[in-house]
């Protein structure tokens, strides 16, 4: 057993301070086989200490992950929160942020834009920012660009109404669609239609696609609630318990 409690103690040292442990390398073969026994006698005697190890992995991961996402965010921190490009929901002045990353052809992004509405509803004190993502094709590329040039040359309310229209409806997107579209909303279409490719559209794409790759971004929706990065769909009680916890 002396052996064991050696070995534990190594085992100990050897997580939490990072060193190496040699000092079992020269057991006779005996020995080696005496603490082998020694470890399973006490393991299967002992079976919730596996399970206290394993959550105690999972406790430091996430743990590590969170300050890694919080790095990230306030390492982008201007482009994040202050970037005056990207529409604005919400409450402006609201005490929590959420910044969506997203893609409007994007199944769990519609999924998500329920979700967000509805927490809004909620919940007055939250501010809402924008940011287009397509990650799934042309259509995708084509709806962001449509987004932005809308809001780039018709306001924020026309773009929150296109907004609103890309995300609950599965429209596909061509240039008679889109004059529709422009049309239904009582947006002018060719201010908006020749400003699609323009040079400012392509910029802000751009720069919104060089920002999510900085924050490690693969997939939508990903979410930045203040120093919080949530890769994926929440839904709205999970949403609520993040904000619960920041505030």
């Given at each position: 057993m002396k052996i064991f409690i050696n070995f534990?103690?190594?085992?100990?040292?050897?997580?939490?301070?990072?060193?190496?442990?040699?000092?079992?390398?020269?057991?006779?073969?005996?020995?080696?086989?005496?603490?082998?026994?020694?470890?399973?006698?006490?393991?299967?005697?002992?079976?919730?200490?596996?399970?206290?190890?394993?959550?105690?992995?999972?406790?430091?991961?996430?743990?590590?992950?969170?300050?890694?996402?919080?790095?990230?965010?306030?390492?982008?921190y201007e482009e994040l929160f202050n970037d005056k490009g990207s529409w604005i929901g919400g409450n402006p002045n609201g005490d929590i942020t959420i910044i969506e990353f997203l893609d409007y052809r994007c199944g769990y992004c519609r999924k998500a834009h329920n979700t967000i509405q509805k927490l809004i509803r909620s919940d007055e004190n939250i501010k809402l920012i924008i940011k287009e993502y397509p990650i799934l094709g042309e259509q995708s590329t084509l709806a962001a660009r449509l987004a932005i040039s809308v809001l780039q040359q018709s306001g924020p309310l026309k773009y929150e109404l296109?907004?609103?229209?890309?995300?609950?409806?599965?429209i596909s997107l061509d240039q008679q669609n889109i004059q529709k579209i422009l049309e239904d909303l009582k947006i002018t279409p060719n201010d908006v239609i020749n400003h699609l490719y323009s040079k400012e559209v392509t910029e802000t794409l751009k720069s919104i696609r060089a920002l999510g790759q900085k924050l490690k971004i693969s997939g939508t929706p990903t979410f930045i609630i203040e120093e919080n990065i949530i890769r994926g769909y929440v839904n709205f009680d999970q949403m609520k318990e993040i904000i619960k916890e920041i505030r």
């Amino acid at each position: 057993m002396k052996i064991f409690i050696n070995f534990l103690l190594v085992l100990f040292f050897s997580f939490s301070l990072k060193v190496e442990a040699n000092i079992f390398s020269n057991l006779s073969d005996a020995d080696r086989l005496s603490l082998r026994n020694e470890i399973r006698e006490f393991l299967l005697s002992n079976p919730e200490i596996i399970i206290e190890a394993v959550q105690q992995l999972e406790n430091k991961k996430t743990q590590n992950q969170k300050l890694s996402a919080a790095s990230l965010v306030q390492s982008n921190y201007e482009e994040l929160f202050n970037d005056k490009g990207s529409w604005i929901g919400g409450n402006p002045n609201g005490d929590i942020t959420i910044i969506e990353f997203l893609d409007y052809r994007c199944g769990y992004c519609r999924k998500a834009h329920n979700t967000i509405q509805k927490l809004i509803r909620s919940d007055e004190n939250i501010k809402l920012i924008i940011k287009e993502y397509p990650i799934l094709g042309e259509q995708s590329t084509l709806a962001a660009r449509l987004a932005i040039s809308v809001l780039q040359q018709s306001g924020p309310l026309k773009y929150e109404l296109l907004h609103k229209k890309l995300m609950t409806k599965n429209i596909s997107l061509d240039q008679q669609n889109i004059q529709k579209i422009l049309e239904d909303l009582k947006i002018t279409p060719n201010d908006v239609i020749n400003h699609l490719y323009s040079k400012e559209v392509t910029e802000t794409l751009k720069s919104i696609r060089a920002l999510g790759q900085k924050l490690k971004i693969s997939g939508t929706p990903t979410f930045i609630i203040e120093e919080n990065i949530i890769r994926g769909y929440v839904n709205f009680d999970q949403m609520k318990e993040i904000i619960k916890e920041i505030r």
